[in-house]
């Protein structure tokens, strides 16, 4: 099996189980929530909050939306003057798209890469995760100010994840073409 369909189907699998598990999500997040706070990993995890808060208030200033940031709490303006507040939890900043990167690298970086082509598409991996999690972040904040409060309640909670399982596709096809390049036909 070549890297690129290894990926392809580490991607395909992870993304299916996802789409499967999308209705138990919401369901399940308070119990994991709960386990992770009597183990205190989530205050690990929750440390990414307000500096995520503060990117994503900057991209919906940056989008036209009035929009600021405490803490992990946004706050966007729609055009009457109302104002919704957003709490980034921390199961909201993007853990499971990191795992999910994780796996496609383990997947994906098999083979006789070098160490400096491996380094590169694991920093582009995480740069690119970390930018597509605050746009899915400030796109539920435009959908809150522009839309209403229901859709963006169900982009946050099923379009977050077809965006990020569209980032990992794009992301491997680049790296596949552009970084891994002869690595990656070797190995056919």
Do not use: K
């Not at 999500?25 to 500096?51: C, E, K, M, Q, R």
């Not at 491996?118 to 522009?146: H, P, S």
Request: charged share 10%; with cysteine; hydrophobic share 60%.
């Amino acid at each position: 099996m070549t890297g690129l369909r290894r990926v392809d189907t580490t991607l395909l699998a992870g993304a299916a189980v996802l789409l499967l598990l999308l209705p138990a999500v919401n369901s399940v997040d308070d119990l994991l929530a709960a386990w992770l706070a009597s183990t205190g990993l989530d205050h690990l995890v929750a440390i990414a909050a307000p500096l995520e808060a503060r990117l994503a208030a900057a991209l919906l200033d940056l989008a036209g939306v009035s929009a600021g940031a405490t803490g992990p709490d946004i706050s966007v303006r729609d055009s009457a003057g109302h104002v919704t507040r957003l709490w980034v939890a921390w199961n909201c900043v993007g853990w499971q798209s990191v795992a999910l990167l994780t796996m496609s690298l383990a997947a994906g970086l098999q083979g006789s890469q070098s160490w400096a082509i491996r380094v590169q598409v694991v920093l582009i991996g995480f740069l690119g995760t970390l930018a597509v999690n605050l746009l899915r972040i400030a796109a539920v904040g435009v959908l809150a100010a522009w839309v209403g409060h229901l859709p963006a309640v169900l982009f946050h909670d099923y379009g977050g994840t077809l965006l990020v399982v569209g980032w990992l596709f794009a992301f491997w096809a680049f790296a596949t073409r552009w970084l891994l390049g002869e690595a990656a036909e070797g190995q056919e």
